[in-house]
C-alpha cells in the first residue's frame, strides 16, 4: 500500500500576522493509521523540505496521543523535513492520496495547478481520495472530464462555517469551505461543531475536522484492503 500525503506550503494567515501552515493532528492521525497498517508513506509539499507547521496545533489544549507521538519520532521529523516537491509527483506511483488540513491549504493548494492536475489524475485512474478539515476546499478548482467541478452531486463534508466563527477565522479564509463547496453543487453533510464525522462517496472520502483525521484514514484504509479501486 503506497499513500501520498500531500501537506501545505503557505505560513501566514492572510493579513494578521500570524502564522499558519499543516494541523499536526490531521498529520500525525493518519500518519501513524497509515504506518501501523504497512503502508509506504511518501509526504509531498508545492515548494519541497519542511513544511510550516501551524503552531496553533502544538499547543497543550490541541495535543493528543498520537500528536505526541509524532513530535518525538525523529524518523517521522526526518521524513517531514525533507517532503518531496509536488511536481515532482506521478500518481501512477501511488495507491492513493491523503489531504490533511490546516488553513495553509486554503491559499497554495486550493489554487495550486500542480494539485489541481494531481487530484484529477487520481479521480481519472479510479483510486479513490481522501481530504479533511480545510482540505476538501483544495476540490473547489478540481473538475470533471466534461469540465464540470468535481464535487457538484457529490456528497461530502469539510470543515464548517460555525467550526470557522468559532475560531474567529471566517472573515479571515479566503473562502469559507462549507459554503464553497456548497456553491459548486456538493450535498454537504455536518455534526455538531468538533464531532466526529467522515463521509464516503464513491471515490471521495473526506473528514469534517482535525477529530475526524483518523477515522478518514481508517475508512481509506478499509478500501484499500477491500479492493474496492485499482492500486499500483
Request: charged share 25%.
Amino acid at each position: 500500500m503506497k499513500v501520498l500525503m500531500v501537506l501545505t506550503s503557505h505560513d501566514t494567515l492572510g493579513d494578521t500576522g500570524k502564522k499558519t501552515g499543516f494541523w499536526l493532528e490531521e498529520l500525525a492521525a493518519p500518519y501513524y493509521a497509515f504506518k501501523d497498517a504497512g503502508a509506504e508513506i511518501t509526504l509531498a509539499s508545492p515548494k519541497g523540505g519542511q513544511p510550516p507547521l501551524d503552531p496553533k496545533s502544538d499547543e497543550p489544549m490541541f495535543q493528543t496521543d498520537l500528536t505526541r507521538r509524532f513530535t518525538a519520532d525523529e524518523a517521522a521529523n526526518a521524513q517531514l523535513a525533507r517532503t518531496v516537491r509536488l511536481d515532482s509527483v506521478d500518481q501512477n506511483d501511488f495507491d492513493t492520496v491523503f489531504y490533511p488540513g490546516g488553513h495553509g491549504p486554503m491559499w497554495d493548494l486550493a489554487e495550486d495547478e500542480t494539485s489541481i492536475g494531481l487530484i484529477e489524475s487520481f479521480i481519472a485512474a479510479g483510486k479513490t481520495i481522501a481530504l479533511v478539515c480545510h482540505a476538501p476546499g483544495v476540490l473547489h478548482r478540481v473538475k470533471k472530464a466534461d469540465g464540470s467541478p468535481f464535487v457538484s452531486g457529490r456528497h461530502l463534508t469539510g470543515f464548517t462555517n460555525s467550526e470557522e466563527a468559532a475560531v474567529g477565522l471566517d472573515k479571515v479564509v479566503p473562502f469559507l469551505v462549507e459554503d464553497e463547496l456548497l456553491s459548486l453543487g456538493a450535498v454537504f453533510s455536518k455534526v455538531k461543531d468538533w464531532g466526529v464525522h467522515t463521509v464516503v462517496d464513491g471515490q471521495l472520502i473526506t473528514g469534517q475536522n482535525p477529530a475526524s483525521s483518523e477515522e478518514a484514514a481508517r475508512v481509506l484504509i478499509a478500501a484499500l484492503s477491500e479492493g474496492t479501486f485499482r492500486t499500483v
